[in-house]
């Protein structure tokens, strides 16, 4: 089973309006971090947020937000006041295991944001 | 501060030839781990290095290797490439690599094998 879920295709968004990203993960462990990163057509992966398994807010980072259903295994990534700058791919990724433990990141296969003018 | 830094940028190689990449990390961030990104998919961990001893290790053939230096820079070694291995190689790095450290990435290297 994949550990990280992403299947919305192609998703547009009309600039300065909300939209979001979804993503469902599968793990047994009960301490796991989930992330989001951006990647541009240049390449780099640009981190956004970070939820914790035991935060009971959810986190938030100036336009970005991670709707967090844990008895759902969702982390859903809320984008509002859509720029034409978030034009990107976003990767939804899970790091499982103890604090100690290495930190390798399991990604989704992503998810293409276009921003209209 | 500068972030991640990788080099070469771009790289084309013919199968059978053997590669090194390089990646600086961030000041200060004793980790440094390395992810394979075939065109169209997310990025796959391939290794993680913290104070030069190998943490983890993805799954990958041993043509794969990497290695940590003591002012924390790291490089990845892939021999006898095949067609499969073109691909953006990413490096991140993390202040301890401690689960819960934040993952900053470069802007990778984009490897071509002909």
């Known amino acids: 089973a994949q550990k990280i879920t992403q299947t919305q295709p192609g998703m547009f968004v009309q600039e300065k309006e909300a939209v979001t990203l979804d993503c469902t993960y599968d793990?047994?462990?009960?301490?796991?971090?989930l992330f989001w990163y951006k990647q541009p057509s240049s390449g780099e992966m640009i981190f956004l947020i970070y939820q914790g398994s035991y935060d009971e807010q959810n986190a938030t980072e100036g336009r970005y937000s991670l709707n967090f259903q844990k008895a759902r295994k969702s982390a859903n990534l809320v984008i509002s006041a859509s720029q034409l700058g978030d034009s990107a791919m976003y990767f939804c990724a899970m790091r499982e295991g103890r604090t100690g433990a290495n930190s390798k990141l399991t990604f989704g296969k992503g998810i293409t944001l276009s921003v209209r003018p | 501060d500068a972030g991640v830094t990788q080099s070469p940028t771009h790289l084309i190689k013919t199968r059978g030839q053997h590669v090194t990449l390089r990646c600086s990390p961030i000041s200060g961030h004793k980790s440094v781990s390395w992810y394979q990104q075939v065109l169209g998919q997310g990025p796959q961990f391939i290794f993680q290095?913290?104070?030069?001893?190998?943490?983890g290790r993805g799954n990958f053939p041993d043509r794969f290797s990497a290695r940590q230096f003591p002012n924390y820079s790291s490089e990845l070694n892939v021999n006898a490439l095949l067609l499969g291995d073109s691909a953006l190689y990413l490096c991140a790095s993390s202040m301890t690599g401690a689960s819960g450290d934040i993952q900053y990435f470069g802007a990778g290297t984009r490897l071509s094998v002909l």
């Open positions: 290095y913290y104070e030069k001893e190998e943490r």
């Open positions: 793990t047994s462990d009960q301490s796991y971090g």
